[in-house]
């Protein structure tokens, strides 16, 4: 039970007389008896009986992190061992300090003498064995040779817990004893009481002035940005609510500092993105280009590039899994790489292995990065693509029939997302634009996104969006398409949104230059 601290100064003067009698000598020989029981308890036993604790639980660790290293062949579990190795020579240094009896000094010889054996089998002729391949034969040795050292150590830790709890057992003894010789005392000292009582009208308020103090300093320290005081304060009043209140205030202020943090870091990653991403878009000839971005954060797994060499332009549409940095991390991966090989020379072909190499390499198993990534040359028209587990992009013809807009989704060869398979596919689509003919690549980001009611937008709204849309320019027609989408979604986007739309306007030249494209066009009609 709490009381105020109004109460307690209150009923302190007024017991100040009866407990006057109570205080003194004895008082001080009891406070002198505890003290010198709780320095041989808590500094010399507790402490000695957390260190071997901990001696044994290292070596025990040890030699299940070795099992589990060579049942599981996990590099992991080797390391967790000589992360133990290093932990147990922190505790045997402390056991030396803390043992000071020549009983205790002999024990712990020995227990440090079997660690030594077990990690000395442990490197040289385990961990050989098991590099070697031969696990059964290292399984085996540490079962024979380690098992015995092992038990040898819990052993030798049992006996020197049992010293040190003798020695609780004596001070326990001799706190007894103390206290019965200053019950005795008690009557002889009373008048010596009377005084300590009057002293003690002076340390309840001195107590009090250093609680304060203590808080006074702590707000300093935290107004200066240290948010990592420790304020002990147990004085079972509202001194001690305060200095709880302040340990909350702490933890509060470096939670925002943390999600400040946080946000800085970011910021700078959307930076470095936007920075990767092209801000200025090269000359294309004969080509008109309008890429549109949304992000749902500040960073995210959409992406896009263009590139221009000599007649072709190359483009290509990306749409990392996941979201955040992890997602912005896998796109700079497939982006970098995109870059690379292109500046290299290298066919697109050789372009989407590259990457898919550098994604398995980087990411985990689950991550996975879906891309177009599409080749248009300027003079004939003629379009070839990589549809690397993206969706379909769409196209706008310019010949209406009977007056209306017509569009298709070009369904070619869909190959799998890059970063699961060692081989995740190659085939292409080809077909032929002719004057006037827009190209829309996109992201999932449309595809998915969802109204209140949980309804997503899907290709269908997507097709009909982009007929409704197909007489305004290439600009307008992204802004619009994607006012539609966050319409529909009330302005709240779930996922990145990603638009891209290439209009082919006719050969740079001036005339038409043909070129022979073999085969069907790959793909049917959504109208």
Not at 15 to 32: D, M, P, Q, R, Y
Not at 199 to 205: M, S, Y
Not at 496 to 523: A, C, H, K, M
Request: net charge negative.
């Amino acid at each position: 039970m709490k009381l105020s601290l109004r109460w307690k100064i209150v009923g302190g003067f007024g017991l100040l007389l009866a407990l006057i009698g109570l205080l003194g000598w004895v008082t001080l020989s009891l406070f002198s008896s505890l003290r010198t029981v709780q320095r041989r308890v808590f500094d010399d036993a507790v402490p000695g009986l957390v260190t071997v604790d901990e001696i044994v639980r290292s070596y025990t660790a040890q030699s299940a992190a070795v099992r589990g290293f060579l049942i599981q062949s996990q590099d992991s579990l080797l390391e967790q061992y000589r992360v133990e190795v290093g932990t147990v020579h922190v505790a045997q240094r402390d056991a030396q300090r803390l043992f000071t009896s020549d009983p205790e000094r002999a024990l712990l010889r020995r227990l440090i003498n079997a660690g030594t054996d077990f990690q000395a089998l442990v490197e040289d002729r385990v961990v050989p064995l098991a590099d070697e391949g031969r696990r059964a034969l290292a399984f085996s040795v540490l079962g024979q040779r380690g098992t015995p050292l092992i038990s040898e150590i819990e052993e030798l830790g049992n006996n020197l817990r049992e010293l040190q709890r003798e020695v609780v057992v004596r001070s326990e003894s001799d706190l007894r004893s103390q206290s019965g010789q200053a019950r005795v005392i008690l009557l002889v000292v009373t008048v010596g009481a009377l005084v300590a009582g009057t002293a003690l009208a002076v340390l309840l308020p001195r107590r009090l002035s250093s609680n304060i103090q203590t808080l006074v300093g702590a707000a300093r320290a935290i107004g200066s940005g240290d948010l990592d005081q420790k304020i002990q304060i147990k004085s079972g009043d509202e001194i001690e609510e305060l200095g709880a209140r302040f340990t909350e205030m702490q933890s509060g202020l470096k939670r925002l500092h943390q999600l400040a943090a946080q946000d800085r870091e970011l910021e700078i990653a959307s930076s470095i993105q936007r920075n990767l991403l092209q801000r200025t878009l090269p000359r294309t000839p004969g080509l008109q280009l309008v890429p549109i971005q949304r992000q749902a954060n500040l960073v995210g797994g959409d992406w896009y590039d263009v590139d221009v060499s000599g007649s072709e332009m190359t483009v290509a549409v990306g749409d990392s899994s996941g979201k955040g940095i992890g997602a912005a991390l896998m796109a700079t991966v497939v982006l970098s790489v995109l870059r690379a090989e292109r500046g290299l020379g290298a066919g697109p072909t050789r372009i989407i292995q590259r990457a898919n190499q550098a994604l398995k390499e980087a990411t985990d198993p689950d991550s996975f990065t879906t891309l177009v990534y599409a080749t248009v040359d300027f003079r004939s028209g003629a379009a070839t693509w990589l549809n690397m587990g993206h969706p379909s992009p769409f196209v706008l013809t310019s010949s209406p029939r009977d007056g209306r807009p017509r569009g298709f989704f070009l369904e070619g060869p869909r190959n799998r997302a890059l970063g699961w398979f060692d081989d995740p596919g190659a085939g292409q689509t080809v077909m032929q634009l002719e004057p006037g003919d827009r190209l829309v690549f996109y992201t999932d980001g449309l595809l998915e996104a969802k109204s209140p009611e949980g309804e997503i937008f899907g290709e269908e709204r997507l097709g009909q969006a982009m007929l409704r849309l197909a007489s305004l320019d290439c600009a307008d027609l992204s802004e619009a398409l994607v006012r539609q989408v966050e319409d529909f979604a009330a302005g709240k986007l779930d996922d990145d949104l990603t638009i891209l739309v290439i209009e082919y306007q006719g050969s740079p030249l001036g005339e038409r230059v043909v070129e022979e494209l073999t085969g069907e066009r790959p793909w049917h009609s959504k109208e």
